[in-house]
């Protein structure tokens, strides 16, 4: 009988370490990797975070969204650089949310700060409808990723004008993972497809397989080729361990759900070194 109560309490204990400890093995094999970035004093300027209004599998019904970090991680980044940033999604009000991605043992930091901040979450509540917005009143404009992303982002004629305009007025884009479709209806100033020619990043075929989540109706990887982008990727043993942000000119990409960080630190960095350049001429 003895035997038996300590093989359970040993049991208990295993349980209960590897459930402490199963964040930070996630984190060391890759996801949502620590980014020591600089520190930025972007005072005066403004970001706008666009996300998806999408909130089911239309498959199976279940309910998806924007992937939670790919909308906190570069929000934090924004105001923690002294930006204001506003949070719009293509058909405005409440922005569904892929509901895994603010559980345990996936939620990251930027996450767990979001669930304790109050007006971050009225925010997503009560977001901007794109129709509404003028993108060039902007500095940054960042698009979301998550699964909702697949359905919506890349379908947008509204969406693809207004970064068409921003992108005339060479305002700093980017996106990560699902939400680099958001360039897609978009067009360079020769009325070309913006994503032509560039250097993009964004979710892999690999990863979408490994997750077995095949059919959502637009895959990054696949339409970003198909729209003649020179696409580039990570791979890990699983992708979604994987990251990579790119840099061509005005558009910042980021490959996944780890890249969140990353990719709106390079948009600051380059939105600095813009200014510092023009004081200077």
């Not at 019904?61 to 909308?71: L, P, Q, R």
């Amino acid at each position: 009988m003895n035997d038996t109560i300590l093989i359970i309490f040993y049991l208990i204990l295993a349980v209960v370490l590897i459930s402490m400890l199963l964040p930070n093995l996630l984190r060391a094999l890759g996801l949502h990797p620590r980014y020591k970035g600089n520190a930025y004093d972007l005072s005066g300027k403004k970001a706008l975070i666009i996300t998806t209004s999408h909130g089911v599998f239309d498959h199976n019904g279940k309910k998806t969204g924007v992937f939670a970090s790919e909308m906190t991680a570069p929000y934090y980044e924004f105001i923690d650089g002294n930006m204001t940033v506003d949070l719009a999604s293509i058909k405005g009000g409440v922005i569904p949310i892929e509901p895994i991605s603010l559980k345990y043992p996936i939620a990251s930091d930027s996450d767990k700060r979001f669930l304790k901040d109050k007006k971050f979450q009225r925010k997503v509540k009560d977001s901007l409808i794109i129709d509404n917005i003028d993108f060039t009143t902007y500095d940054i404009i960042f698009m979301s990723g998550g699964w909702g992303a697949a359905y919506d982002l890349g379908k947008s004629k509204i969406l693809g004008d207004k970064i068409t305009q921003a992108n005339e007025k060479g305002i700093i884009l980017g996106a990560v993972c699902h939400g680099v479709l958001g360039f897609l209806m978009a067009k360079d100033v020769d009325d070309q497809p913006l994503v032509e020619g560039k250097k993009m990043t964004g979710v892999t075929d690999k990863q979408v397989k490994e997750l077995r989540i095949t059919k959502t109706p637009m895959h990054p990887e696949t339409e970003l080729r198909k729209a003649g982008a020179n696409y580039q990727s990570a791979e890990a043993f699983m992708d979604t361990f994987a990251t990579l942000t790119i840099t061509d000119g005005n558009m910042v990409t980021g490959q996944n759900q780890n890249s969140g960080k990353e990719t709106a630190q390079a948009m600051m960095k380059l939105l600095e070194e813009r200014d510092k350049d023009a004081n200077r001429a």
